[in-house]
C-alpha cells in the first residue's frame, strides 16, 4: 500500500481490500490495472458483477484527492467505463450508488481543470455514455444532473477528444425518450448544441454522435433556422472585436453546421424526409449568400474557402440539389418530393436560378474560343460574373435538372423563362466546374422527356436535322433530334477527313 499512501489517500479497509483480493495483487496501482484488462471482456464483466466490485471503485472514486492523484483517478474512472459497458448488472448499481453524482463531483472538482484535463473528462463521459446506453431510467438520471448547466460547460470544452463522448451522451438520453429531445430542442438545449457546433468546428470530430445530433435537430426535426441563427449570435460577438468585418455576413460556425447538414442530407438522402420549412429556409440562406458574395473577384477556390458567405453559398446549394433529387424513402411516386420542389418553385427557385446562370460568364473552354474568334477578349467576358467557387455552375444546372425531372410544369416554366437554350449550352466541359457536362446532359434529357413542346423548341434551332449551338459547334459538339421521337441526344461531330 506504499503508492496509496504517499498520495495520502484515507482508504477503509472495506474499499480497498475488495479491490486488492478480487486482482489478487499488493497495490492499489496494481489492482486497477488488472481489473481493468479483466473487464475488457463480456466474462470479465460479468464475473466482477458478481463480485460487486463497483460499488468499491465508486468509493475510490470519489476518495482520490484529484490534485495529487490524477493518474489513480483516471485508472478509477477506465474501470467504471468497462464495468458498465453492456453489463446490466453494474449499470444498475450504478445508478443505484449514485454513480452520476460521483462523476459530476468528479467533473466539478477544484483539481480538474476543464481546460488541461481532457483525458479526465473524455472517461468520465464516456463512463456515462456506457450507463446511458441501459435505458430510460438510466438516462433521465444522467439527464436530470446534466442539463442544462453541466452539458453546456462541458460544451464549451475546446476538445475532440471531449466533445465526441459528450455528443453521444445527450444523443443516446434524448434519443429514445421524446420529453428529453423537446427539451434539447428548447432555447436552452439549443444553446448547448450551438456551443457543440462551435467546438466541433474549430477542432473537429472522429466519430459519428456529433452528426447524429445535427440529423435529429436540423434534419429529421424542424430546428434547423433556430441553431442557424444562434451561431449567428456567435459571429456577431466575434464581429464586435473586428472592425473589417463585413456586416451582415455568415458566421464560420454557421457555414460548417450548413457543410455538415449538406453530408448529412447526401448520405442520407433516401431515408429521410425533408419538411419543406427546411427546404425554404435553405432557399432563403442561399438568397442571402447571393447578396454577399462577390461576383466579379478573380480566382475560383474549392470549398471550403475562406470565406463564410462564399461556404454558405455552396453548402446551400448542394443541399437543394440533393433534396430536389430524393425519391420517396416509402417507395410511392414522391408526393413529397414534388411538394416541395413546388414550395421551391412558388418561391421564385427557377426564375433565379436562370438568371444566376445567365449571369455568369461563358465556361473557360467557351471564352477561349471566342478570344480567338475575335482576337481579343470579349467585353460580355470582362463585365460577365465569375462562379465563386469551383463546381458553382454545375450546381445551379443539376438544382435545375433535378427539379425538372417527370415535372411538366417546371418543364414549362424554363421554356417560357427562354431557358432551353441557356441550358444547352451548358452540356460542355468546364474546368472550373468538374462534371458540368453530365450534368447539363441530364438537365436537358430531363427538360425534353416527355414534353412535346420544348421538344419542338429544339427541333425549331434545327438545321439539317441538328441544332447548330455555336459554344457546342466550337468544341465538336452537336445535339442531334430523331425525325421520328423528336428525342435529343448530345453527339460527336464527325471530323472532317
Known amino acids: 500500500m506504499d503508492d496509496a499512501s504517499s498520495l495520502d489517500i484515507s482508504l477503509s479497509e472495506d474499499v480497498l481490500q475488495p479491490l486488492l483480493t478480487t486482482s489478487n495483487s499488493s497495490s492499489l496501482k496494481d489492482a486497477l490495472e488488472i481489473l481493468i484488462e479483466s473487464s475488457k471482456t463480456t466474462v470479465g464483466r460479468s464475473d466482477l458483477a458478481s463480485k460487486n466490485i463497483l460499488p468499491e471503485v465508486l468509493q475510490l472514486t470519489q476518495s482520490i484527492p484529484h490534485s495529487s492523484g490524477c493518474h489513480y483517478l483516471l485508472l478509477s474512472l477506465k474501470l467504471l467505463r468497462n464495468l458498465c459497458a453492456g453489463e446490466i448488472t453494474n449499470q444498475n448499481s450504478f445508478i443505484e450508488q449514485t454513480g452520476v453524482g460521483i462523476v459530476l463531483r468528479v467533473l466539478r472538482s477544484p483539481g480538474v481543470n476543464l481546460d488541461k484535463d ?33 452539458f453546456a460547460t462541458l ?26 429531445f423537446k427539451e434539447l430542442c428548447g432555447d436552452k438545449g439549443l444553446a448547448i448544441m450551438a456551443e457543440i457546433v462551435c467546438t466541433a468546428a474549430s477542432v473537429g470530430f472522429k466519430e459519428d454522435w456529433f452528426k447524429f445530433l445535427v440529423s435529429r435537430t436540423c434534419v429529421e426535426e424542424m430546428h434547423f433556422p433556430q441553431l442557424f441563427f444562434k451561431l449567428s449570435q456567435v459571429g456577431a460577438s466575434r464581429n464586435c472585436e473586428d472592425s473589417n468585418s463585413r456586416e451582415g455576413t455568415f458566421s464560420s460556425e454557421q457555414a460548417f453546421l450548413l457543410k455538415i447538414v449538406s453530408e448529412i442530407v447526401n448520405e442520407r438522402i433516401e431515408e429521410i424526409i425533408v419538411p419543406n420549412d427546411f427546404a425554404l429556409c435553405v432557399l432563403g440562406i442561399f438568397m442571402k449568400s447571393i447578396r454577399l458574395v462577390d461576383f466579379y473577384a478573380r480566382g475560383t477556390p474549392s470549398l471550403p474557402t475562406s470565406s463564410s458567405a ?3 453559398l455552396g453548402y446551400s446549394l448542394s443541399i437543394l440539389r440533393d433534396i430536389c433529387a430524393r425519391e420517396d424513402p416509402a417507395g410511392s411516386s414522391s ?15 427557377i426564375e433565379m436560378f436562370l438568371s444566376l446562370l445567365r449571369d455568369l460568364e461563358p465556361p473557360a473552354i467557351i471564352r477561349k474560343a471566342m478570344r480567338q474568334g475575335e ?3 470579349g467585353t460580355s467576358a470582362n463585365s460577365a460574373k465569375t462562379c465563386p467557387y469551383i463546381g458553382f455552375r454545375r450546381d445551379l444546372v443539376a438544382v435545375i435538372g433535378n427539379c425538372a425531372y417527370q415535372r411538366k410544369h ?21 474546368e472550373d466546374n468538374p462534371f458540368s457536362r453530365e450534368w447539363g446532359i441530364w438537365c436537358v434529357r430531363n427538360l425534353l422527356e416527355g414534353n412535346a413542346e420544348n421538344q419542338k423548341v429544339v427541333a425549331d434551332l434545327e438545321l439539317q436535322g441538328s441544332i447548330n449551338v455555336p459554344e457546342l459547334t466550337d468544341l465538336g459538339l452537336k445535339v442531334e433530334v430523331d425525325k421520328n421521337t423528336r428525342r435529343s441526344k448530345l453527339v460527336n461531330v464527325p471530323s472532317k477527313a
Open 310 to 312: 462564399i461556404n454558405v
Open 410 to 430: 417546371i418543364q414549362d416554366e424554363i421554356r417560357e423563362r427562354d431557358g432551353i437554350l441557356l441550358l444547352l449550352q451548358q452540356c460542355v466541359t468546364d
Open 375 to 377: 482576337n481579343q477578349e
Open 335 to 349: 408526393v413529397n418530393r414534388a411538394d416541395l420542389v413546388d414550395s421551391l418553385q412558388s418561391h421564385g427557385l
Open 155 to 180: 460544451a464549451g470544452v475546446r476538445c475532440q477528444e471531449t466533445c465526441d463522448p459528450l455528443c453521444m451522451v445527450i444523443y443516446t438520453c434524448c434519443d429514445g425518450s421524446s420529453g428529453l
Open 118 to 150: 481532457y483525458g479526465i473528462i473524455r472517461i468520465a463521459l464516456q463512463v456515462l455514455a456506457n450507463v446511458s446506453l441501459a435505458g430510460e431510467t438510466h438516462q433521465h438520471a444522467i439527464w436530470c444532473q446534466f442539463f442544462p448547466d453541466e
